[in-house]
């Protein structure tokens, strides 16, 4: 058969992205600009103020749609911003249905912010179809799901999910921070709307704070681009600049990330002190068989439960010195994170224990290190947690 576009390393180097007209730049420019002249009232060269649109931005959008199979794309301030912008497309009485294992952002932002507006939430195990559908209701609009979850790695059915929630006439929007474009493609399986934090791995780096949604559905992105320009949570163009530098080596990079966190996982699973990997290239994870069929790799994510309670988990995320006790993941280096009392602090924890999110849980973003090293500071570092 007969390639009839680019391959993923391709269009992570050159899609949306064209040599500077005005110089030959090879390098997209970082266009420090507010507003631009017209040549008459109403009349410019595509752009007015860049709130509306911007050139550095708009390469970003064109290159994160290209990268997830996509027909459109908007870029955001953070990730948060870029979910906030797709419940915003609701009307109070509206009904969101939400996966229960979620980043704790995101379930602040649903609970203590969007409820205000009369718009309710539920929250589901997405993993077991039937619960989703003794979930939804007549007014449910939206279905909200990641996949792999945070932190549990749970895999969702996308394909099967997203037929469901046609056939309740909501849409399905997927949340594919942990997985990139590189390892699943949300799109076409079937969904309307994919989310990312591109803070993560798209950047790569630890140093830009970013969002992003794509879309093959024009009225909504129409709809999405509206509130990206009446709300105004917006990248600045640095931000847009250095996200598409993170994306030209996001195919590389994930490879890296995948290795080195299938070797941990699986070493991390021999040892008797700890109780459980949440991985899903392990056989022993649920979600693993589907894994294989619906993602190109399994990610660099993993959390597992140390045996000894919540003190030697503080003890044990404390100790590192590859991996640094942090907020965040996705970038080169390794990370290590205690998500009770970090990143789902905001999920009360009768809540988070209904999910599986236990108070020992350890979540590692795994980076690209030599995987020796990690594995050797993963084993001091749960040795001086005794």
Do not use: F, W
């Given at each position: 058969m007969v390639r009839t576009?680019?391959?993923?390393?391709?269009?992570?180097?050159?899609?949306?992205?064209?040599p500077d007209p005005a110089t030959g730049a090879i390098m997209t420019p970082v266009y420090l600009t507010?507003?631009?002249?017209q040549e008459s009232p109403g009349k410019h060269k595509g752009f007015d103020y860049a709130r509306t649109a911007h050139p550095t931005r708009?390469?970003?959008?064109?290159?994160?749609?290209?990268?997830?199979?996509?027909r459109f794309g908007l870029c955001f301030s953070s990730g948060m911003a870029a979910a906030s912008t797709v419940v915003s497309a609701l009307s109070a009485g509206d009904h969101v249905l939400c996966g229960n294992d979620v980043y704790g952002g995101t379930y602040r932002v649903f609970t203590e912010v969007f409820r205000r507006f009369g718009i309710s939430f539920s929250f589901a195990d997405t993993t077991d179809l039937a619960a989703v559908r003794r979930a939804m209701t007549a007014r449910t609009r939206l279905v909200w799901v990641e996949s792999p979850s945070n932190p549990l790695l749970k895999i969702t059915d996308l394909s099967a999910l997203a037929l469901l929630a046609h056939e309740r006439g909501a849409r399905l929007a997927v949340d594919n921070t942990f997985a990139t474009p590189c390892l699943q493609r949300p799109l076409g399986l079937g969904t309307d709307v994919v989310v990312h934090s591109t803070t993560k791995y798209l950047g790569g780096h630890s140093d830009v704070v970013g969002g992003a949604i794509v879309t093959n559905d024009e009225a909504l992105h129409q709809e999405l681009k509206f509130l990206q320009n009446s709300v105004g949570a917006i990248p600045g163009p640095l931000d847009c600049f250095l996200v598409l530098r993170g994306t030209?080596?996001?195919?590389?990079?994930?490879?890296?990330?995948?290795?080195?966190?299938?070797?941990?996982?699986?070493?991390?699973?021999?040892?008797?002190?700890?109780?459980?990997?949440h991985y899903p290239g392990?056989?022993?994870?649920?979600?693993?068989?589907l894994a294989k069929r619906q993602m190109r790799g399994f990610g660099g994510m993993i959390s597992f439960e140390l045996r000894g309670g919540l003190k030697r988990a503080f003890r044990m995320a404390s100790r590192t010195r590859v991996f640094s006790l942090a907020e965040s993941l996705g970038g080169v280096e390794s990370l290590i994170g205690h998500p009770a009392t970090m990143t789902h602090g905001s999920i009360p924890r009768p809540e988070r224990f209904k999910s599986g999110l236990s108070d020992e849980l350890i979540r590692l973003s795994v980076?690209?290190?030599?995987?020796?090293?990690?594995?050797?500071?993963?084993?001091?570092?749960i040795r001086a947690s005794k």
């Open positions: 576009r680019p391959g993923l390393a391709t269009e992570a180097v050159h899609a949306g992205q064209t507010s507003t631009y002249v708009l390469a970003l959008e064109r290159n994160l749609a290209a990268l997830e199979g996509g030209k080596t996001l195919p590389l990079r994930m490879e890296r990330h995948c290795r080195n966190a299938l070797e941990i996982a699986k070493r991390l699973e021999r040892r008797h002190d700890v109780r459980r990997v392990l056989k022993s994870h649920a979600g693993h068989a980076g690209i290190e030599d995987v020796e090293d990690l594995i050797r500071d993963l084993d001091q570092a």
